[in-house]
Structure formats: C-alpha cells, structure tokens
C-alpha cells in the first residue's frame, strides 16, 4: 500500500511538473500574467501580457537556480534572429546586495553591456533576486512594432566587480534564442515555431524516474527484506517481493540513469559535476548488486555470511546515495516548493515505517529468544521434567546401580 501511494504521488508530479514550472508560479507580488512559456536552456521562463489597445507588453522573465555572482539579461530583437541588435534588459546583485537592473542595446558580439536607451520606451522597470531566483520587471511599449512575433534573446554571465563580462560561447549560452508570439501565446527555439521544450521534459522525465526508484522502490524493498522475513509466514514471499521491488527499481533507475547522460551529452556548456558523479557512482554500485543475486550462495554455505555482509553494504549505500542525489536534483531543476516537500514526506512515511517495523522486530527476536532460554533450561540443565534422566542417565536404576 505504501509503494502504491508513493507511486501515485511520483506520478502525479511527472504529469503535473512541466506545466507547474511556468503556469502554476505565483509571484511573491501577487503579479499575474496572461501568459507564460517555459525558456528551453539556462532554467528561464517568461511571463507576459499583451494589451493590444494600448500596445504595452508587460514581462517577467525568470531565472531560476541563479548564482549572485552573474549577471542575466532578457530582450528581443526588432531587426534578426540572434544577439545583434537586441534590445536588453539587464539585471544584477551587486556587492553590497542591491538590485542593479537597466536597459543596454546590443550592438556586437564584443558588448559590455553598457547602459543606454532602447528603441522603444520602457516602463516599470525593476529586478528582484532571493532563493537563487532573479526576476525581472518592465513594461515594453511597442507602439511601432509590426507583426505579432518577436525574436528573444536571453542570457547569464560572469561578474567582475559590479561589471558584466562576456558570457560562455558554448553549450547552452549559444542556444538562448527563440520566439514568441503575443498572440497565439506559443514561443519557439531558433528556427522553430514547437511551443514545448524537449530538453525541459527530459528533465523531468529523469527526475521522476530517478525519484521513484532510487529514492522509493530502493528503501522499501530494504524495508521488506529486513522486517517481513521475521515472520515465518511470510517466508518466501518477502524474499519475491523484495526482488521485485529492488529489480523494477533497478530497471527504472536504469532508464532515469540514460535520460540523465544523454541529457548531459546534449549540453556540453552546463554541467552538474558532483549531480553526475553520483549518479554514475549509483549506477555502478546498483549493476554489482544486482550481480551479486546471480551468485548468492545457499544459506547454509560457509561464504554466506560475507555474501550477507556484501550485499547488505551495497544495498544501504544505493539507498543513501539516491536520496542525496534527489535532492541535489531537486536543487537543479528548481520546481516548485510542494514537490520537494511531497518527496520528504515520503521519506519521512518510510522512515517512521521502519522505526516502527524495527521496534516490533526487536520487540519479537527478544521475546523468541527468551522463550528459546526457557525451553533451553528445560529440556537440557538437569531440573526439568528430562534433565534427570538426561543428566544422571541411571538414577532411575533401584539403589543407583546398574
């Protein structure tokens, strides 16, 4: 019952977590916009609202899994597709915590992003930048724009003492264009009109795997291995039920484990480091478990107990090391707030789960193991109903002799 409903709820957050990334946010301003469209590299989203009598387009554009030490920036382009010639919103913190946001237009590759006015008018303009979060504000007057569809540029780059140096030239930094469409509220990457974002949903779709079977399925497989086979009528179905969960989990763990390094293999600018040498080392340790169970010995094989000893180390270093790279990625996709509490909630059931199963086990082994004392001291120290006999082998003889 409880893998049942930890899978609902890790399922509900795959169908639910591309939209909830843009559509469900609620701004700490309580700002609500007509539109928003999930940006397909460097974990932006833009938020806008097109007034079509006064011509005004009023943005938000996010920046999630920020570093303070970078700068961002947002725009769109009057004239091409690409950089030159974007008309740029630019935002930082600076050392001494403050919001910097100001209008630059780009002219060249060798920008400094140099403060000055757009070709266009500019209004309520504004940035904030808390949770690793950098958001910024303004109200584009497009007056003499033509068309509906617009060239977007965004960006993210280095600091250097309150001053905005070039961004990386590869990777995803060489891919953050695209378009969008104040009317039909659809934005396309560069030189395509898709509305959706494919890297955006193998993220989730590797998150999700990920998070039901290393951070799930692993623990409570553990969790029936070491408290049903107490009970001698469970036997052998614990031992089913456990392979079949750690198998299934394995299987799923696998497919989250490919997701995640073709992802990585499509994005040579970004990497994760310490996010992929887990999961590299997780994947490793799991496959030497599961080739553990082809060489299991007999439990009365005199290796069994270093088998046990094995296989018991690998099964709790799986278990904890997905749990920690959850959360690392957890950090990197930067959903919303529910769903990382939903999954600690579920940890927290299964941890209570076996608090509880540990007491009980205890409480039963203990109580076994008197009774095993008791009958001991019955049947084999000489003062129960056989111990005379068993003791004293003659001492039914009349007089003692033999």
Same mark, same amino acid.
């Given at each position: 019952?409880?893998?049942?409903?930890?899978?609902?709820?890790?399922?509900?957050?795959?169908?639910?977590?591309?939209?909830?990334?843009?559509?469900?946010?609620? %701004? $700490?301003?309580?700002?609500?916009?007509?539109?928003?469209?999930?940006?397909?590299?460097?974990?932006?989203?833009?938020? /806008?609202?097109?007034?079509?009598?006064?011509?005004?387009?009023?943005?938000?554009?996010?920046?999630?899994?920020?570093?303070?030490?970078?700068?961002?920036?947002?725009?769109?382009?009057?004239?091409?597709?690409?950089?030159?010639?974007? #008309?740029?919103?630019?935002?930082?913190?600076?050392?001494?915590?403050?919001?910097?946001? /100001?209008?630059?237009?780009?002219?060249?590759?060798?920008?400094?992003?140099?403060?000055?006015?757009?070709? %266009?008018?500019?209004?309520?303009?504004?940035?904030?930048?808390?949770?690793?979060?950098?958001?910024?504000?303004?109200?584009?007057?497009? #007056?003499?724009?033509?068309?509906?569809?617009?060239? #977007?540029?965004?960006?993210?780059?280095?600091?250097?003492?309150?001053?905005?140096?070039?961004?990386?030239?590869?990777?995803?930094?060489?891919?953050?264009?695209?378009?969008?469409?104040?009317?039909?509220?659809?934005?396309?990457?560069?030189? +395509?009109?898709?509305?959706?974002? +494919?890297?955006?949903?193998?993220?989730?779709?590797?998150?999700?795997?990920?998070? @039901?079977?290393?951070?799930?399925?692993?623990?409570?497989?553990?969790?029936? $291995?070491?408290?049903?086979?107490?009970?001698? +009528?469970?036997?052998?179905?614990? %031992? /089913?039920?456990?392979?079949?969960?750690?198998?299934?989990?394995?299987?799923?763990?696998?497919?989250?484990?490919?997701?995640?390094?073709?992802?990585? +293999? #499509?994005? *040579?600018?970004?990497?994760?480091?310490?996010?992929?040498?887990?999961? @590299?080392?997780?994947?490793?340790? !799991?496959?030497?478990?599961?080739? &553990?169970?082809?060489?299991? *010995?007999?439990?009365?094989?005199?290796?069994? @107990?270093?088998?046990?000893?094995?296989?018991?180390?690998?099964?709790?270093?799986?278990?904890?090391?997905?749990?920690?790279?959850?959360?690392?990625?957890?950090? @990197?996709?930067?959903?919303?707030?529910?769903?990382?509490?939903?999954?600690?909630?579920?940890?927290?059931?299964? !941890?209570?789960?076996?608090?509880?199963?540990?007491?009980?086990?205890?409480?039963?082994?203990?109580?076994?193991?008197? &009774? !095993? =004392?008791?009958?001991?001291?019955?049947?084999?120290?000489?003062?129960?109903?056989?111990?005379? =006999?068993?003791?004293?082998?003659?001492?039914?003889?009349?007089?003692?002799?033999?």
């Amino acid at each position: 019952m409880v893998s049942l409903c930890c899978i609902m709820v890790l399922t509900t957050l795959f169908v639910s977590t591309y939209a909830q990334i843009c559509s469900n946010y609620t %701004f $700490a301003t309580n700002a609500v916009f007509g539109a928003c469209n999930d940006l397909p590299v460097l974990n932006s989203f833009l938020h /806008y609202t097109y007034n079509p009598s006064s011509q005004t387009l009023s943005i938000a554009y996010r920046h999630t899994n920020f570093d303070s030490s970078n700068w961002a920036a947002w725009g769109i382009n009057p004239t091409s597709q690409g950089m030159t010639g974007t #008309q740029a919103l630019v935002a930082f913190q600076q050392s001494d915590g403050t919001m910097r946001v /100001y209008t630059s237009p780009i002219m060249g590759y060798s920008t400094q992003l140099a403060e000055g006015g757009l070709s %266009f008018p500019v209004s309520d303009l504004s940035a904030t930048c808390s949770n690793n979060e950098l958001i910024i504000f303004a109200t584009l007057g497009l #007056q003499n724009w033509t068309g509906t569809t617009m060239y #977007q540029v965004w960006q993210e780059g280095p600091l250097s003492r309150n001053v905005p140096i070039s961004h990386a030239t590869s990777g995803d930094n060489v891919r953050s264009v695209g378009t969008f469409n104040v009317v039909s509220r659809q934005s396309g990457s560069a030189g +395509s009109a898709s509305g959706t974002s +494919s890297k955006t949903k193998k993220r989730n779709i590797h998150g999700v795997l990920n998070a @039901i079977s290393w951070g799930i399925m692993m623990p409570l497989g553990a969790i029936i $291995a070491r408290y049903l086979r107490v009970f001698p +009528s469970a036997d052998p179905a614990w %031992f /089913y039920l456990h392979v079949t969960c750690q198998t299934s989990g394995y299987s799923i763990g696998v497919a989250g484990w490919a997701t995640g390094i073709r992802l990585g +293999s #499509q994005s *040579p600018g970004i990497q994760f480091t310490s996010h992929r040498v887990i999961g @590299i080392i997780l994947f490793c340790v !799991a496959t030497l478990q599961v080739i &553990a169970l082809l060489v299991r *010995p007999k439990k009365e094989h005199k290796h069994r @107990i270093f088998w046990n000893i094995y296989h018991h180390s690998l099964g709790y270093s799986i278990i904890i090391l997905g749990i920690i790279n959850i959360y690392k990625g957890f950090h @990197i996709l930067n959903p919303e707030k529910k769903w990382e509490r939903a999954y600690t909630g579920i940890i927290v059931i299964l !941890a209570i789960v076996a608090a509880v199963l540990e007491a009980y086990t205890w409480h039963v082994v203990l109580r076994r193991k008197k &009774a !095993a =004392n008791a009958e001991k001291m019955t049947n084999g120290n000489g003062y129960g109903n056989n111990g005379i =006999n068993e003791r004293y082998p003659y001492s039914g003889m009349t007089n003692g002799r033999v």
